[in-house]
Protein backbone atom coordinates (compact mmCIF):
# COMPACT_ATOMS: atom_id res chain seq x y z
CA UNK A 1 0.00 0.00 0.00
CA UNK A 2 1.48 3.33 -0.95
CA UNK A 3 2.16 6.67 1.13
CA UNK A 4 -0.52 8.15 -1.03
CA UNK A 5 -3.09 5.88 -0.41
CA UNK A 6 -2.69 5.64 2.83
CA UNK A 7 -3.08 9.66 2.99
CA UNK A 8 -6.40 9.23 1.25
CA UNK A 9 -7.47 6.76 3.78
CA UNK A 10 -6.58 8.75 6.69
CA UNK A 11 -8.03 11.70 5.56
CA UNK A 12 -11.20 10.71 4.61
CA UNK A 13 -11.56 8.95 8.03
CA UNK A 14 -10.56 11.82 9.83
CA UNK A 15 -13.09 14.21 8.14
CA UNK A 16 -15.71 11.94 8.61
CA UNK A 17 -15.13 11.54 12.26
CA UNK A 18 -14.62 15.59 12.51
CA UNK A 19 -18.11 15.50 10.75
CA UNK A 20 -17.63 17.50 7.33
CA UNK A 21 -20.34 16.88 5.20
CA UNK A 22 -19.50 13.60 2.97
CA UNK A 23 -19.29 15.49 -0.93
CA UNK A 24 -16.56 18.24 0.81
CA UNK A 25 -14.79 15.31 2.48
CA UNK A 26 -14.46 12.86 -1.12
CA UNK A 27 -13.41 16.61 -2.90
CA UNK A 28 -10.88 17.21 0.13
CA UNK A 29 -9.33 14.04 0.56
CA UNK A 30 -9.18 13.34 -2.96
CA UNK A 31 -7.35 16.99 -3.64
CA UNK A 32 -4.77 16.00 -0.69
CA UNK A 33 -3.88 12.41 -2.37
CA UNK A 34 -3.47 14.37 -5.93
CA UNK A 35 -0.95 16.47 -4.64
CA UNK A 36 0.65 13.82 -2.25
CA UNK A 37 1.06 11.52 -4.93
CA UNK A 38 2.16 14.19 -7.40
CA UNK A 39 -0.52 14.31 -10.30
CA UNK A 40 -1.92 17.51 -11.16
CA UNK A 41 -4.80 18.82 -9.21
CA UNK A 42 -6.91 19.82 -12.51
CA UNK A 43 -7.14 16.09 -12.49
CA UNK A 44 -10.26 16.96 -9.36
CA UNK A 45 -11.65 18.74 -11.67
CA UNK A 46 -11.63 16.30 -15.41
CA UNK A 47 -12.45 13.99 -13.30
CA UNK A 48 -15.65 15.48 -11.58
CA UNK A 49 -17.00 16.96 -14.54
CA UNK A 50 -16.82 13.00 -16.29
CA UNK A 51 -18.47 12.05 -13.14
CA UNK A 52 -21.12 14.53 -13.50
CA UNK A 53 -21.78 14.54 -17.67
CA UNK A 54 -24.36 12.38 -17.58
CA UNK A 55 -27.61 12.04 -19.71
CA UNK A 56 -29.35 10.31 -17.01
CA UNK A 57 -29.13 12.74 -14.08
CA UNK A 58 -31.54 14.96 -16.05
CA UNK A 59 -34.15 12.64 -15.06
CA UNK A 60 -33.54 13.71 -11.11
CA UNK A 61 -34.65 17.03 -10.86
CA UNK A 62 -38.13 16.43 -12.50
CA UNK A 63 -38.70 13.05 -10.43
CA UNK A 64 -38.26 15.15 -7.51
CA UNK A 65 -40.11 18.12 -9.17
CA UNK A 66 -43.26 15.26 -9.47
CA UNK A 67 -42.97 14.53 -6.22
CA UNK A 68 -43.38 18.05 -4.95
CA UNK A 69 -46.27 18.13 -6.90
CA UNK A 70 -47.93 15.13 -5.76
CA UNK A 71 -47.23 16.04 -2.30
CA UNK A 72 -48.27 19.87 -2.66
CA UNK A 73 -51.33 19.19 -5.09
CA UNK A 74 -53.51 17.15 -2.11
CA UNK A 75 -52.73 14.01 -4.27
CA UNK A 76 -51.98 12.09 -1.30
CA UNK A 77 -55.56 12.51 0.30
CA UNK A 78 -57.17 11.02 -2.64
CA UNK A 79 -54.77 7.85 -2.67
CA UNK A 80 -55.05 7.50 1.22
CA UNK A 81 -58.87 7.32 0.65
CA UNK A 82 -59.10 5.20 -2.40
CA UNK A 83 -56.99 2.49 -0.02
CA UNK A 84 -59.33 3.34 2.71
CA UNK A 85 -62.12 2.12 1.01
CA UNK A 86 -60.88 -1.01 -0.20
CA UNK A 87 -58.65 -2.03 2.73
CA UNK A 88 -60.85 -0.39 5.57
CA UNK A 89 -62.59 -3.77 6.84
CA UNK A 90 -58.88 -5.10 7.59
CA UNK A 91 -57.75 -4.81 11.26
CA UNK A 92 -55.09 -2.30 11.14
CA UNK A 93 -56.11 -0.75 7.99
CA UNK A 94 -54.63 2.81 8.24
CA UNK A 95 -51.32 1.14 9.06
CA UNK A 96 -51.90 -0.75 5.67
CA UNK A 97 -52.74 2.58 3.94
CA UNK A 98 -49.53 4.52 5.05
CA UNK A 99 -47.73 0.98 3.56
CA UNK A 100 -49.38 1.22 0.28
CA UNK A 101 -49.15 4.85 0.01
CA UNK A 102 -45.83 4.88 0.68
CA UNK A 103 -45.34 2.33 -2.34
CA UNK A 104 -46.71 4.26 -4.74
CA UNK A 105 -46.49 8.14 -3.75
CA UNK A 106 -42.81 6.79 -2.23
CA UNK A 107 -41.70 5.91 -5.39
CA UNK A 108 -42.10 8.87 -7.40
CA UNK A 109 -40.83 11.26 -4.06
CA UNK A 110 -37.95 8.82 -4.41
CA UNK A 111 -36.09 9.39 -1.59
CA UNK A 112 -36.76 7.46 1.48
CA UNK A 113 -35.42 10.10 4.06
CA UNK A 114 -38.03 12.52 2.11
CA UNK A 115 -41.20 10.05 2.23
CA UNK A 116 -40.65 9.70 5.89
CA UNK A 117 -40.86 12.90 6.63
CA UNK A 118 -43.07 14.49 3.97
CA UNK A 119 -46.05 11.69 4.41
CA UNK A 120 -45.09 11.28 8.10
CA UNK A 121 -46.79 14.68 8.99
CA UNK A 122 -49.51 13.18 7.67
CA UNK A 123 -50.24 9.55 7.94
CA UNK A 124 -48.87 9.16 11.79
CA UNK A 125 -51.33 11.51 13.05
CA UNK A 126 -54.07 9.38 11.24
CA UNK A 127 -52.82 6.48 12.73
CA UNK A 128 -52.64 8.01 16.27
CA UNK A 129 -56.29 9.10 15.96
CA UNK A 130 -56.81 5.65 15.50
CA UNK A 131 -55.39 4.79 18.41
CA UNK A 132 -52.53 3.26 17.69
CA UNK A 133 -49.43 4.52 20.10
CA UNK A 134 -46.81 6.43 18.89
CA UNK A 135 -43.76 4.19 18.73
CA UNK A 136 -46.12 1.87 16.22
CA UNK A 137 -47.18 4.55 13.73
CA UNK A 138 -43.63 6.17 13.80
CA UNK A 139 -42.47 2.68 13.12
CA UNK A 140 -44.67 2.00 10.49
CA UNK A 141 -43.97 4.95 8.67
CA UNK A 142 -39.80 4.92 8.94
CA UNK A 143 -40.42 0.99 7.51
CA UNK A 144 -42.87 2.38 5.18
CA UNK A 145 -40.73 4.88 3.62
CA UNK A 146 -38.23 2.27 2.51
CA UNK A 147 -40.20 1.56 -0.24
CA UNK A 148 -39.98 4.46 -2.05
CA UNK A 149 -35.95 4.33 -2.97
CA UNK A 150 -36.54 0.82 -3.92
CA UNK A 151 -39.87 0.66 -5.91
CA UNK A 152 -38.95 2.53 -9.50
CA UNK A 153 -38.45 5.05 -10.33
CA UNK A 154 -35.71 5.70 -8.55
CA UNK A 155 -33.09 8.60 -8.14
CA UNK A 156 -30.48 5.89 -5.98
CA UNK A 157 -30.89 3.58 -8.87
CA UNK A 158 -29.97 5.83 -11.04
CA UNK A 159 -26.91 7.04 -9.05
CA UNK A 160 -25.79 3.97 -8.62
CA UNK A 161 -26.07 2.98 -13.03
CA UNK A 162 -24.38 5.93 -13.25
CA UNK A 163 -21.91 5.42 -10.54
CA UNK A 164 -20.27 1.88 -12.10
CA UNK A 165 -21.46 2.12 -15.77
CA UNK A 166 -22.00 -0.93 -17.85
CA UNK A 167 -25.48 -1.41 -15.99
CA UNK A 168 -29.42 -0.93 -17.95
CA UNK A 169 -31.28 1.50 -15.29
CA UNK A 170 -34.56 0.40 -17.06
CA UNK A 171 -33.13 -3.12 -16.09
CA UNK A 172 -32.61 -2.56 -12.57
CA UNK A 173 -36.00 -1.03 -12.27
CA UNK A 174 -37.08 -3.72 -13.66
CA UNK A 175 -35.75 -6.15 -11.33
CA UNK A 176 -36.88 -3.91 -8.28
CA UNK A 177 -40.57 -4.53 -9.00
CA UNK A 178 -41.07 -7.96 -7.40
CA UNK A 179 -38.96 -7.11 -3.92
CA UNK A 180 -40.79 -4.35 -3.15
CA UNK A 181 -44.11 -5.57 -4.27
CA UNK A 182 -43.12 -8.22 -1.82
CA UNK A 183 -41.49 -6.03 0.86
CA UNK A 184 -44.91 -4.19 0.69
CA UNK A 185 -47.35 -7.42 1.37
CA UNK A 186 -45.23 -8.87 3.87
CA UNK A 187 -45.00 -5.42 5.96
CA UNK A 188 -49.06 -5.15 5.52
CA UNK A 189 -49.11 -8.69 6.83
CA UNK A 190 -47.30 -7.13 10.12
CA UNK A 191 -49.49 -4.56 10.30
CA UNK A 192 -52.54 -5.87 10.17
CA UNK A 193 -51.48 -9.08 12.36
CA UNK A 194 -49.70 -6.66 15.14
CA UNK A 195 -53.77 -4.79 15.26
CA UNK A 196 -55.33 -7.85 15.78
CA UNK A 197 -53.44 -8.62 18.30
CA UNK A 198 -53.81 -5.38 20.24
CA UNK A 199 -57.25 -4.66 18.95
CA UNK A 200 -56.66 -1.88 16.57
CA UNK A 201 -59.56 -0.60 14.89
CA UNK A 202 -60.37 -1.17 11.22
CA UNK A 203 -61.37 1.68 9.07
CA UNK A 204 -65.27 1.08 8.61
CA UNK A 205 -66.96 -1.19 5.72
CA UNK A 206 -67.86 1.10 2.56
CA UNK A 207 -70.66 0.24 0.27
CA UNK A 208 -69.66 -0.07 -3.30
CA UNK A 209 -70.67 2.97 -4.44
CA UNK A 210 -67.92 4.68 -2.60
CA UNK A 211 -65.55 2.49 -3.44
CA UNK A 212 -66.70 3.36 -6.95
CA UNK A 213 -66.29 6.86 -6.57
CA UNK A 214 -63.29 7.04 -4.37
CA UNK A 215 -61.54 4.98 -7.41
CA UNK A 216 -62.28 7.23 -10.31
CA UNK A 217 -61.39 9.97 -8.29
CA UNK A 218 -57.91 8.04 -7.56
CA UNK A 219 -57.48 6.63 -11.28
CA UNK A 220 -55.94 9.93 -12.41
CA UNK A 221 -53.07 9.32 -9.47
CA UNK A 222 -52.58 5.93 -10.27
CA UNK A 223 -51.84 6.59 -13.77
CA UNK A 224 -48.97 7.96 -13.16
CA UNK A 225 -46.74 5.20 -11.87
CA UNK A 226 -48.24 3.30 -14.99
CA UNK A 227 -47.12 5.87 -17.23
CA UNK A 228 -43.90 6.01 -15.82
CA UNK A 229 -43.00 2.50 -15.72
CA UNK A 230 -44.79 1.54 -18.85
CA UNK A 231 -43.63 4.30 -21.09
CA UNK A 232 -39.85 3.27 -19.72
CA UNK A 233 -40.51 -0.72 -19.77
CA UNK A 234 -42.38 -0.38 -22.96
CA UNK A 235 -39.91 1.57 -25.03
CA UNK A 236 -42.02 4.48 -25.63
CA UNK A 237 -39.62 6.65 -23.96
CA UNK A 238 -36.07 6.90 -21.82
CA UNK A 239 -35.89 7.19 -18.20
CA UNK A 240 -35.10 11.18 -18.94
CA UNK A 241 -38.35 11.47 -21.25
CA UNK A 242 -40.11 9.94 -18.41
CA UNK A 243 -39.02 12.11 -16.14
CA UNK A 244 -40.49 14.84 -17.93
CA UNK A 245 -43.94 13.12 -18.92
CA UNK A 246 -43.90 12.79 -15.14
CA UNK A 247 -43.87 16.77 -14.65
CA UNK A 248 -46.23 17.59 -17.31
CA UNK A 249 -48.69 15.29 -15.92
CA UNK A 250 -48.57 15.91 -12.21
CA UNK A 251 -48.67 19.55 -13.03
CA UNK A 252 -51.81 19.10 -15.33
CA UNK A 253 -53.39 17.11 -12.10
CA UNK A 254 -52.08 19.69 -9.59
CA UNK A 255 -52.80 22.91 -11.09
CA UNK A 256 -56.20 22.38 -13.53
CA UNK A 257 -57.70 19.04 -11.17
CA UNK A 258 -56.84 19.56 -7.94
CA UNK A 259 -56.24 23.27 -8.42
CA UNK A 260 -54.39 23.01 -4.85
CA UNK A 261 -51.14 24.03 -6.46
CA UNK A 262 -50.34 28.22 -7.18
CA UNK A 263 -47.99 29.71 -9.18
CA UNK A 264 -46.40 31.54 -6.12
CA UNK A 265 -45.65 27.82 -5.35
CA UNK A 266 -43.35 27.09 -8.19
CA UNK A 267 -40.18 28.96 -6.98
CA UNK A 268 -39.85 27.19 -4.08
CA UNK A 269 -40.13 23.46 -5.29
CA UNK A 270 -37.45 24.71 -7.93
CA UNK A 271 -35.10 25.37 -5.08
CA UNK A 272 -36.49 22.22 -3.62
CA UNK A 273 -35.51 20.59 -6.69
CA UNK A 274 -32.24 21.81 -7.58
CA UNK A 275 -31.11 21.03 -4.25
CA UNK A 276 -31.89 18.11 -4.27
CA UNK A 277 -30.47 17.70 -7.69
CA UNK A 278 -27.34 19.21 -6.97
CA UNK A 279 -26.56 16.86 -4.10
CA UNK A 280 -26.92 14.07 -6.04
CA UNK A 281 -24.59 15.51 -8.95
CA UNK A 282 -21.66 17.34 -6.64
CA UNK A 283 -21.87 13.63 -4.72
CA UNK A 284 -21.38 12.01 -8.20
CA UNK A 285 -18.75 14.12 -9.21
CA UNK A 286 -16.95 14.13 -5.94
CA UNK A 287 -17.30 10.04 -5.96
CA UNK A 288 -15.75 9.45 -8.89
CA UNK A 289 -13.02 11.74 -8.61
CA UNK A 290 -12.28 9.50 -5.78
CA UNK A 291 -12.85 6.25 -7.81
CA UNK A 292 -9.96 7.00 -10.07
CA UNK A 293 -7.72 7.48 -7.27
CA UNK A 294 -8.55 4.33 -6.04
CA UNK A 295 -8.53 3.01 -9.27
CA UNK A 296 -5.04 4.69 -10.22
CA UNK A 297 -3.76 2.76 -6.67
CA UNK A 298 -5.17 -0.37 -8.19
CA UNK A 299 -7.17 -1.16 -5.03
CA UNK A 300 -9.25 -3.42 -7.44
CA UNK A 301 -6.39 -5.90 -8.39
CA UNK A 302 -5.64 -6.26 -4.90
CA UNK A 303 -9.04 -7.01 -3.59
CA UNK A 304 -10.08 -9.42 -6.55
CA UNK A 305 -7.29 -11.74 -5.66
CA UNK A 306 -8.37 -12.74 -2.41
CA UNK A 307 -12.37 -12.54 -3.44
CA UNK A 308 -12.03 -14.51 -6.26
CA UNK A 309 -11.37 -17.64 -3.73
CA UNK A 310 -14.30 -17.23 -2.18
CA UNK A 311 -18.09 -18.39 -3.59
CA UNK A 312 -20.53 -16.33 -4.79
CA UNK A 313 -22.90 -17.24 -1.92
CA UNK A 314 -20.13 -16.09 0.67
CA UNK A 315 -18.89 -12.57 -1.73
CA UNK A 316 -23.05 -11.62 -1.25
CA UNK A 317 -23.42 -12.24 2.18
CA UNK A 318 -19.93 -10.27 3.00
CA UNK A 319 -21.56 -7.31 0.86
CA UNK A 320 -25.11 -7.63 2.71
CA UNK A 321 -23.39 -7.07 6.23
CA UNK A 322 -20.85 -4.43 4.65
CA UNK A 323 -23.58 -2.24 3.43
CA UNK A 324 -26.46 -2.70 5.99
CA UNK A 325 -23.71 -1.12 8.29
CA UNK A 326 -22.73 1.27 5.73
CA UNK A 327 -26.54 2.06 5.62
CA UNK A 328 -26.89 2.98 9.60
CA UNK A 329 -23.93 5.44 9.42
CA UNK A 330 -23.61 6.99 5.71
CA UNK A 331 -25.93 8.30 3.69
CA UNK A 332 -27.15 6.13 1.27
CA UNK A 333 -26.35 8.27 -1.97
CA UNK A 334 -22.67 8.92 -0.13
CA UNK A 335 -22.08 4.98 0.26
CA UNK A 336 -23.38 4.66 -3.36
CA UNK A 337 -20.41 6.96 -5.42
CA UNK A 338 -17.57 5.33 -2.61
CA UNK A 339 -18.38 1.84 -2.17
CA UNK A 340 -20.47 0.97 -6.01
CA UNK A 341 -17.10 1.61 -7.91
CA UNK A 342 -15.57 -0.59 -6.02
CA UNK A 343 -18.06 -4.13 -4.96
CA UNK A 344 -19.59 -4.40 -9.11
CA UNK A 345 -16.77 -4.94 -10.70
CA UNK A 346 -15.75 -7.69 -7.90
CA UNK A 347 -19.28 -8.72 -8.66
CA UNK A 348 -18.81 -8.98 -12.03
CA UNK A 349 -15.65 -10.69 -11.80
CA UNK A 350 -17.47 -13.37 -9.73
CA UNK A 351 -19.65 -14.06 -12.32
CA UNK A 352 -22.35 -12.26 -10.52
CA UNK A 353 -24.83 -10.90 -12.72
CA UNK A 354 -24.73 -6.53 -13.18
CA UNK A 355 -28.67 -6.35 -12.11
CA UNK A 356 -28.51 -9.14 -9.75
CA UNK A 357 -25.62 -6.89 -7.68
CA UNK A 358 -27.44 -3.57 -8.16
CA UNK A 359 -30.26 -4.65 -6.57
CA UNK A 360 -28.64 -5.94 -3.84
CA UNK A 361 -26.25 -3.33 -3.28
CA UNK A 362 -29.12 -0.47 -3.39
CA UNK A 363 -32.16 -2.15 -0.76
CA UNK A 364 -28.98 -3.10 1.25
CA UNK A 365 -28.28 0.52 1.93
CA UNK A 366 -32.02 1.57 1.65
CA UNK A 367 -32.90 -1.01 4.93
CA UNK A 368 -30.09 0.83 6.70
CA UNK A 369 -31.67 3.87 6.70
CA UNK A 370 -34.15 2.12 9.05
CA UNK A 371 -32.02 -0.37 10.63
CA UNK A 372 -31.41 0.42 14.57
CA UNK A 373 -30.19 1.93 16.24
CA UNK A 374 -28.26 4.41 14.15
CA UNK A 375 -31.42 4.50 11.07
CA UNK A 376 -32.23 7.88 10.02
CA UNK A 377 -35.36 7.37 9.11
CA UNK A 378 -36.14 6.41 13.01
CA UNK A 379 -34.81 9.72 13.93
CA UNK A 380 -37.03 11.60 11.31
CA UNK A 381 -40.41 9.63 12.36
CA UNK A 382 -40.52 9.88 16.13
CA UNK A 383 -40.37 13.88 17.11
CA UNK A 384 -43.49 13.70 14.73
CA UNK A 385 -45.19 10.76 16.57
CA UNK A 386 -43.56 12.23 19.89
CA UNK A 387 -42.56 9.54 20.84
CA UNK A 388 -38.65 8.19 21.64
CA UNK A 389 -36.09 6.29 19.35
CA UNK A 390 -36.04 3.81 20.84
CA UNK A 391 -39.50 2.83 21.26
CA UNK A 392 -39.61 3.17 17.41
CA UNK A 393 -36.71 0.90 16.99
CA UNK A 394 -38.58 -1.34 18.81
CA UNK A 395 -41.57 -1.64 17.41
CA UNK A 396 -39.87 -1.45 13.80
CA UNK A 397 -38.34 -4.93 14.47
CA UNK A 398 -41.19 -7.08 12.88
CA UNK A 399 -41.24 -5.13 9.75
CA UNK A 400 -37.47 -4.85 9.61
CA UNK A 401 -37.19 -8.41 10.11
CA UNK A 402 -39.44 -9.64 7.07
CA UNK A 403 -38.01 -6.81 4.51
CA UNK A 404 -34.26 -8.29 5.48
CA UNK A 405 -35.89 -11.99 4.91
CA UNK A 406 -36.78 -10.40 0.89
CA UNK A 407 -33.46 -9.23 0.98
CA UNK A 408 -31.82 -12.25 1.38
CA UNK A 409 -34.27 -13.86 -0.78
CA UNK A 410 -33.49 -11.81 -3.86
CA UNK A 411 -29.68 -12.18 -2.44
CA UNK A 412 -29.08 -16.02 -2.64
CA UNK A 413 -32.21 -16.94 -5.23
CA UNK A 414 -31.89 -14.08 -7.99
CA UNK A 415 -34.47 -15.55 -10.56
CA UNK A 416 -36.85 -14.31 -7.84
CA UNK A 417 -35.89 -10.49 -8.89
CA UNK A 418 -34.05 -11.25 -12.65
CA UNK A 419 -37.53 -12.97 -13.88
CA UNK A 420 -38.83 -10.01 -15.48
CA UNK A 421 -35.93 -8.67 -16.64
CA UNK A 422 -35.18 -12.11 -18.44
CA UNK A 423 -39.01 -11.65 -20.24
CA UNK A 424 -38.31 -8.19 -21.17
CA UNK A 425 -34.81 -9.20 -23.14
CA UNK A 426 -32.30 -7.19 -20.34
CA UNK A 427 -30.41 -10.04 -19.32
CA UNK A 428 -30.31 -11.46 -23.68
Same mark, same amino acid.
Given at each position: ???????????????????????????????????????????????????????????????????????????????????????????????????????LMGSIV???????????????????????????????????????????????? +? /?????? *??? $? &??????? @? =????????LLQCLV????????????????????????????????????? +? /?????? *??? $? &??????? @? =?????????????????????????????????????????????????????????? *??? $???????????????????????????STVILA?????????????????????????????????? *??????????????????????????????????????????????????????
Open positions: MSISLIVLIVCFLFLMVIGLPIAYNLLVSTFVYLLVAGINPVQLAIKMYAGMNSFNFLAVPFFVMTGQLMLRGGLLDTLVKFVNVWFGNLKGAIAIVTIVASLGLAVAAAASLGVFLIPMMKKQGYSSEFSAAVMSSASLLGPIMPPSVLM +I /LYCSAV *GST $S &ISGLFMA @A =VTPAILITAHRTAVKRGYPAYGKTSWKERGQATLKAIPVLLLPVI +I /LGGIFG *GVF $S &ITEASGV @A =VVYSALLAFLVKRSVKLKDIPQMIVEAAATSGLVLLLSGAGTAMAWCIANERVMNMLI *GPF $SALPSWAFLLLVNILLLICGMFMDDYAPIIAPIAWALGINPLHIGLVFCVNLVIGLATPPF *GITLFVTSPTAGCSVEGTAKEALPFLAVTLGVLLLVTFVPDLALWLPQRMGYLG
